[in-house]
């Protein structure tokens, strides 16, 4: 564990660093996964399905997370593990959330039990920047606000972020959560009720109905996928965030409307709206506040919404 330690203190990583990314064939994964390579790194891929078209530096290995034992030969301490596995979101944990625990939050920390049999890794998580928090009073809302969840999802995300707390406060590892808000992009797809940008692209293109939930008064804080590889990069290597938890956002808030009037112009075509009532656990406000990355780091996000939404078309 004491090299662990050592590894993570540095303040940038180096290259011959094992980087694992499980769940890899995923949006941000596969985003990430070139953002490292351009960087530099040889990422190992962990993935149930081949991932296509990635350059040469990246190592592909079909497994799933519960066949972590194959990974033994490769991790070492010091690894840096970026956790990208989910299959749960607001849509669908709200029937059966008992459904979605065995594969969710046991399989986590399943998981981190591996990580400590292992030697000790830095692992970064992906959680929530905007579910997690609640109807919060302050917005935008700094990581110091206490998460008061509003789903299942959120719940389920919020006591992983625990679990992860308390195997480091073991010593058996480090991490960084990075509370992602609204991600946004080339190549994402529309899956479990998530991403509004690509539902709204593909409806307004072949001219279905874009539902709207509530009055469309709703805010969100959008974030480009680049942005957010950026930073979680950022969270693998810079030790000045090693145990932090970080919001990954902009700041800036957009209503449900106002995105689907920022793609009407782009694409020069109207969309057709349908109202649909508000869905169990959706929040009406969620914006972040970023300042902590920026003081810890510097970074923050380069694209702008609008600019961002440039880039999918």
């Not at 994964?29 to 081949?50: F, T, Y």
């Not at 293109?205 to 930073?231: E, Q």
């Not at 979680?232 to 995105?259: H, K, M, P, Y």
């Not at 109207?270 to 169990?280: D, G, H, K, N």
């Amino acid at each position: 564990m004491d090299k662990l330690l050592e590894a993570c203190d540095h303040k940038h990583g180096t290259s011959n660093q094992k980087i694992i990314i499980l769940g890899a064939g995923g949006f941000i994964g596969r985003n990430l996964a070139e953002r490292l390579i351009r960087d530099g790194h040889s990422p190992v891929l962990v993935s149930p399905e081949p991932i296509l078209n990635l350059p040469s530096e990246a190592h592909q290995i079909l497994a799933r997370v519960t066949d972590l034992e194959i990974l033994n030969w490769i991790v070492e301490p010091g690894s840096i593990i970026y956790y990208l596995i989910n299959d749960i979101a607001l849509s669908n944990s709200a029937c059966q959330p008992s459904d979605f625990v065995p594969t969710n939050l046991t399989l986590f920390v399943r998981f981190l039990e591996w990580v400590k049999r292992i030697g000790g890794a830095h692992v970064v998580c992906p959680s929530l920047g905007g579910t997690i928090y609640g109807e919060s009073e302050v917005q935008p809302t700094p990581e110091t606000v206490m998460p008061d969840p509003r789903s299942f999802y959120g719940l389920m995300k919020w006591t992983a972020e625990k679990y992860l707390q308390m195997f480091a406060s073991q010593k058996s590892l480090t991490y960084t959560i990075a509370r992602i808000s609204n991600p946004y992009g080339p190549g994402q797809v529309i899956k479990y009720g998530q991403g509004l940008v690509p539902e709204v692209i593909a409806r307004i293109r072949t001219g279905k109905p874009v539902n709207i939930i509530g009055n469309g008064a709703a805010v969100r804080d959008y974030i480009h996928i680049s942005d957010v590889c950026a930073c979680l990069a950022l969270c693998g290597f810079d030790g000045r965030l090693r145990n932090q938890i970080l919001n990954v956002g902009t700041g800036v808030e957009f209503s449900v409307l106002d995105v689907v009037r920022e793609i009407e112009a782009l694409m020069n075509k109207s969309a057709i709206l349908e109202y649909v009532p508000r869905r169990l656990g959706e929040i009406q406000s969620s914006v972040l506040d970023i300042r902590l990355a920026k003081q810890l780091v510097g970074w923050q996000p380069e694209l702008n919404f609008q600019d961002g939404l440039k880039t999918l078309f």
